[in-house]
């Protein structure tokens, strides 16, 4: 099933625990970006015995991959929708990766967009620590200005061996498969630039200290979800009619409460809600429900967000500020522990 090929943050009972997922220890890939090129299905296919994982943006993409990979029945092969730079130290231990696939990514051509260029030095450090000592990337353009920002930024980071050196690109590899869209591009006449880096041993020293104190900030995952209930049933459609967003912080941590939506009857509010760390947007939503033996509020499942403490933290703040719109609302229960002590 599509299902079973598609996999969360929350489907990994840690970062690096990809054997349970897999039902076997073996080789792990990845490819970031796949987009709607074959190129990840085909290499699962043809070598059974490597794990694979792809990573896209575009959750259409990533459906459309797990219904094909699906329908094949190729059982080495799952992807995750998901920012590349966030995803990589959620999903992998240190040193996990054996070869990573970038091919052809969006080279933001424009000025004001080159800061969503994924190669940067930064993104390179963090994929190449989660890379095995010796573990390679392979990229692939077509765009002489994302080719020459690609080579700047392998240069600023120590420690990785050009394996094509002395050049500093190729315009193909010996032995990797064609991707569609290179054959596109060929048949074009378009130039095409490869790059090739591996891990090299000197690497580790320059900069794993840099890059696990960056690791050390990622909340906790937590295997429950958040909620709390209240012994009133609330007035929401009062509560509604005078709603205005709510934006608050929690140390590093921006919380938004944007939109809210009332049932029919009154009985349940939706409420769309964002949380915002290092320039990273989570959307996820709430809802709050009133029934005759209290009011229930807890994270909706209308769409999955990763399970950690940021969300605790979050309905610790929420809660704070549903007591104050229903001060004589007596808080009967919740899961919250310290989070929401520490809002009292």
């Not at 765009?143 to 120590?158: K, N, P, T």
């Not at 050049?167 to 074009?188: I, M």
């Not at 996820?284 to 033996?293: L, P």
Request: charge should be neutral; aromatic fraction near 12%; glycine fraction near 8%.
């Amino acid at each position: 099933m599509a299902a079973r090929v598609m996999i969360t943050l929350n489907d990994l009972a840690g970062a690096g625990l990809w054997p349970p997922v897999f039902g076997r220890e073996a080789p792990l890939e990845l490819e970031i970006g796949f987009g709607w090129d074959p190129f990840l299905l085909e290499e699962a296919a043809r070598r059974p015995d490597t794990d694979f994982v792809g990573l896209e943006y575009d959750r259409q993409r990533v459906q459309a991959f797990a219904r094909k990979a699906a329908a094949r029945g190729i059982p080495n092969v799952r992807v995750v929708h998901g920012e590349a730079l966030y995803c990589l130290p959620r999903l992998f231990a240190p040193g996990q990766l054996r070869r990573t696939c970038i091919h052809f990514p969006d080279p933001w051509h424009k000025k004001r967009q080159q800061k969503h260029r994924l190669l940067g030095p930064w993104f390179l450090k963090v994929l190449f620590h989660h890379t095995a000592p010796g573990g390679s990337l392979v990229v692939g353009t077509d765009s002489e200005a994302y080719r020459d920002f690609i080579a700047e930024s392998l240069g600023a980071v120590q420690g990785l061996d050009n394996l094509g050196a002395p050049a500093a690109w190729a315009d193909r590899l010996p032995g990797h498969p064609l991707t569609k869209f290179e054959r596109l591009f060929r048949s074009q006449g378009k130039p095409i630039f490869y790059f090739h880096y591996a891990r090299g041993e000197a690497f580790a020293k320059a900069h794993g200290l840099e890059v696990e104190a960056a690791r050390a900030k990622i909340p906790r995952r937590i295997t429950e979800m958040p909620h709390m209930v209240f012994t009133e049933k609330l007035g929401l459609a009062d509560f509604y009619a005078g709603f205005q967003p709510w934006e608050w912080r929690e140390e590093e941590v921006i919380c938004k409460v944007t939109e809210a939506w009332l049932a029919s009857r009154g009985s349940s509010l939706l409420l769309e809600a964002v949380l915002i760390q290092e320039g990273h947007d989570e959307l996820f939503y709430v809802e709050i429900s009133a029934k005759d033996k209290g009011t229930v509020v807890r994270i909706s499942p209308l769409r999955e967000v990763e399970r950690n403490e940021l969300l605790f933290r979050f309905l610790a703040g929420l809660t704070k500020r549903l007591q104050a719109a229903f001060p004589q609302a007596t808080l009967s229960y919740h899961n919250l522990g310290n989070y929401l002590q520490s809002e009292r």
